[in-house]
């Protein structure tokens, strides 16, 4: 009985303390996914993930095609870009948009964790730990609410394991149970 209250206290230990890797693929929407001033588009404001992160958790944002584009001031093709805010055609950006204490180019690729500060993603993605706690939410960085296009990215992030106490003090409060119930 003791080796296998053992043998199991160590696969315990082993899967609570171990990470695993996820990918989760999303549609990011110029139009119902704008920042717009901090107010969206309708009642949606950006692109909510359900991905929720603590501070430090690291993950990564990929566009699954860098040569997608959309458009941030429909119907003119003039601001067709990418997600950088790049015109493909000239390489060139038709400006900077400021709004909420973070500048970045018309119509580029933009997240965010919670009420923590903004981050580019764009075209080379993002990489790296979170700045902040709360969802992902990720942005079609404009103030219109006449976009249209989108682009599919992925979202790759880990799991994060328990501390490692934590299977530890478990395992001991159900071997104190355990021998308090073998003496009754």
């Known amino acids: 009985m ?5 043998t199991t206290a160590l ?3 082993i899967s609570a303390t171990a990470g695993f890797a996820a990918t989760m693929p999303f549609d990011v ?3 119902s996914h704008v920042w ?5 588009f309708g009642s949606n404001l950006g692109l909510a993930t359900g991905l929720s992160f603590g501070l430090g958790d690291t993950f990564s944002v990929s566009v699954d095609n860098p040569l997608d584009t959309w458009n941030f001031c429909s119907p003119s093709t003039s ?8 015109r493909p055609a000239s390489g060139t950006f038709l400006g900077t948009y400021s709004n909420g204490g973070y500048s970045n180019y018309y119509g580029a690729l933009v997240g965010r964790i919670g009420a923590g ?12 730990p979170a700045n902040a706690v709360g969802e992902l939410v990720l942005f079609h960085w404009d103030h219109n609410t006449n976009n ?12 994060v394991p328990l501390p490692a106490s ?18 009754s």
Do not use: Q, W
């Open 166 to 183: 934590l299977p530890l003090m478990l395992l001991g409060l159900g071997a104190v149970g355990y021998a308090g119930r073998r003496r």
């Open 36 to 40: 717009n001033n901090g107010s969206g």
């Open 117 to 128: 500060a903004f981050f580019a993603i764009g075209t080379a993605g993002f990489s790296g």
């Open 29 to 31: 929407h110029a139009n």
């Open 148 to 159: 249209s296009g989108s682009l599919a990215v992925t979202v790759e992030y880990e799991t």
């Open 79 to 86: 601001c067709t870009v990418d997600a950088d805010g790049r």
């Open 11 to 13: 696969a315990v230990l």
């Open 2 to 6: 003791n080796k296998l209250l053992s």
